[in-house]
């Protein structure tokens, strides 16, 4: 049976009620979308109206909020470097004044009544270079490194200064993967620390050793390799893998653990003909390494070989951390007997004897150090090979020596050594002995000698001379306590006297000793002082009063040094400038170019938007007059 069309009829009023009321609901809805785009300038309130568009908007807000914070971070650190060049501009005028108070200062003709005027003027210098040391922006010392709640610099006495910042740098985000300091240390801004370098101590290899020191700190990547072990008819073969090594100990187990119960071993120590370095070991046999693909790690440890009897492997040069023994320093040969001697500081005035008998690791001397009341920081060296002493007071000498033992040259950091170049001496004035000179000895049975120093170039040659002159009975050394160079004699038992002269006196052995128990102790005449501004304005404010133009001859060159690593400072922090103008002119077209395609994405076209809202009122009027004739209930209409 087939379904013909359906006949045109008359339609339900309550059909032709749902519908009229759907398209006045529909009407009223889209006119309220339409205000609410009027009114805010907005596409939509919520992302269901346009899940495309409104991630495309989270996006976009994203992005224009983060180069809104790097502007901010921009801005920042501009107005930061900006106060800092204003503060080190003022410096570089004392400089110069500087400058021109050593040229006025030098000289016979100067009285003292001018230089005493001089030094109260270096006087008045050095106020204001702490002045602008000290300034104060946006709520932080701009000097202090990170200790930026404090004044780094401070009057320490005898014209001392002392630093308590630190040489750490305050970074911040101006772009996506790049950074920018915004600060200057008081040690990179005015060269105030005095720093001795210990020489390469030779750590050893410890099953405590982390892999990261390895290499000079520069650490190895980690992977697998492949550990054969055959004799005879027998092979076992293990892949070891050191994803989760951290130290010399884990290399150890893991490679020890993974031949355990089988027919052949392999034991792993530390190569004691090279302390640096790790020895492979078969129970029977020859062992064999190598690495798997795409891994060195063998050949990074120094045990990739082929098969051997046993495997040696090569030095692995570790640095030294605060967690290393003192015991492993010198390839495992320590620093020596501790017990009564430790090491003799000098710091300015101030003495002190730091005991490192109860010392085990680095970080034991380094706490001794600190703890000596002598203004000193300890660390491990940039380079990962020794270790560095600090003095933080800016104009004070700094001498470290032996106290009888040791200690201070087991760890490198003797500031007076049989290796000192004479031309270091006395802070470089000792050079007039590579061309020649003499000392003039009066010796303990009468007899008078002169000892040729015109071919020594170093400390120990000056000893070596004098020892071969002396013909056994004469001899020098190092002093056993503190610095310098004693002279014995047991030739008779008169005094033992060294004429004064420029050899003499640079040596620092001029002068006489009358005990034939005693030896002639010379002084120290290579302490370590800070040639920065501050240091130099001290020893010139003293050169004055002492009225000592070879000094102040000196410190005129030591400030056109000090003056061009200034203004080298200051263009460093103009380049630092002219990167954050860059980056901010990137920055403005960049948010440009995000506020345009943000707009695209979310902003409303009000002209567009007003002319629908305009239709659409129009369509909505229409449908309520549709209504009205359509729903007026009359018999009549009915019929």
Do not use: C, W
């Not at 032709?16 to 785009?37: H, K």
């Not at 946006?138 to 630190?166: I, K, Q």
């Not at 492979?280 to 070989?305: E, F, H, K, M, Q």
């Not at 000193?376 to 009888?404: F, P």
Request: aromatic letters at 4%.
């Amino acid at each position: 049976m087939s379904i013909g069309p359906l006949l045109p009829g008359r339609l339900p009023n309550s059909f032709s009620f749902r519908r009229l009321n759907q398209q006045i609901q529909n009407g009223q809805t889209e006119l309220q979308r339409l205000q609410d785009q009027l009114t805010t300038g907005q596409q939509y309130l919520v992302p269901s109206e346009d899940p495309s568009s409104a991630l495309n908007t989270i996006v976009l807000q994203t992005r224009l909020e983060r180069q809104q914070q790097f502007k901010a971070n921009v801005q920042t650190d501009r107005s930061l470097l900006g106060a800092t060049e204003n503060a080190l501009s003022s410096v570089s005028n004392v400089v110069n004044s500087a400058k021109s108070i050593v040229l006025q200062g030098v000289g016979s003709t100067v009285t003292e009544d001018e230089r005493r005027g001089l030094a109260t003027e270096v006087s008045g210098l050095i106020d204001q270079v702490l002045n602008s040391a000290n300034t104060k922006f946006r709520g932080r010392y701009l000097f202090a490194g990170t200790e930026t709640d404090s004044a780094p610099f401070a009057l320490a006495g005898s014209g001392n200064v002392l630093y308590s910042g630190n040489s750490q740098q305050i970074g911040s985000h101006i772009d996506l993967g790049q950074q920018i300091v915004n600060n200057l240390d008081g040690q990179s801004a005015f060269n105030v620390l005095t720093t001795v370098e210990s020489d390469d101590l030779n750590v050893s290899l410890a099953t405590g050793t982390r892999l990261s020191q390895l290499h000079g700190g520069a650490g190895l990547k980690l992977g697998s390799f492949d550990v054969t072990v055959q004799d005879g008819g027998t092979t076992v073969s293990r892949t070891i893998d050191l994803s989760r090594a951290e130290t010399i100990g884990d290399v150890k187990t893991f490679v020890e653990d993974a031949f355990a119960g089988q027919a052949l071993t392999v034991t792993v120590d530390i190569d004691p003909a090279s302390p640096s370095g790790l020895r492979l070991t078969p129970s029977s046999g020859t062992v064999a390494v190598s690495d798997v693909a795409g891994s060195r790690v063998a050949s990074d440890l120094g045990i990739s070989s082929v098969a051997a009897a046993q495997i040696s492997g090569r030095d692995l040069d570790p640095a030294i951390s605060i967690h290393s023994r003192l015991a492993d320093l010198n390839n495992g040969a320590g620093i020596g007997p501790t017990a009564g001697t430790g090491l003799l500081i000098n710091v300015g005035e101030k003495s002190a004897v730091v005991d490192v008998s109860s010392a085990v690791t680095v970080q034991d001397l380094f706490n001794q150090i600190r703890l000596a009341g002598l203004d000193l920081d300890a660390d491990v060296s940039a380079d990962g090979s020794g270790i560095s002493i600090v003095s933080r007071l800016s104009g004070a000498e700094l001498s470290i020596g032996e106290n009888g033992g040791g200690v201070a040259t087991a760890l490198g950091i003797r500031t007076l050594t049989g290796e000192t170049l004479l031309s270091d001496l006395n802070a470089g004035t000792g050079a007039q002995l590579q061309a020649g000179g003499t000392l003039e000895i009066t010796r303990r049975d009468g007899s008078l000698m002169s000892v040729d120093l015109s071919a020594a170039q170093t400390v120990q040659d000056v000893i070596d001379a004098v020892d071969a002159a002396g013909g056994g009975t004469l001899t020098a050394s190092l002093n056993p306590v503190g610095n310098g160079i004693s002279i014995s004699d047991t030739s008779g038992a008169g005094p033992l006297s060294i004429a004064e002269s420029g050899t003499s006196t640079a040596l620092g052995v001029a002068g006489t000793a009358v005990d034939p128990a005693a030896s002639l102790t010379g002084n120290d005449v290579n302490t370590q002082k800070s040639d920065g501004l501050l240091s130099v304005l001290t020893s010139l404010e003293q050169a004055l009063l002492a009225g000592d133009d070879a000094a102040l001859t000196k410190l005129s060159g030591q400030i056109d040094s000090e003056a061009d690593r200034f203004f080298q400072t200051l263009g460093e922090l103009g380049v630092r400038a002219q990167t954050l103008e860059a980056v901010e002119n990137r920055l403005l077209d960049d948010e440009v170019l995000i506020n345009d395609d943000l707009s695209k994405q979310f902003d409303a076209d009000l002209a567009e938007v007003l002319s629908s809202f305009v239709a659409q009122q129009q369509v909505l009027q229409a449908t309520y007059q549709v209504a009205g004739q359509g729903f007026q209930l009359s018999l009549i209409q009915f019929l």
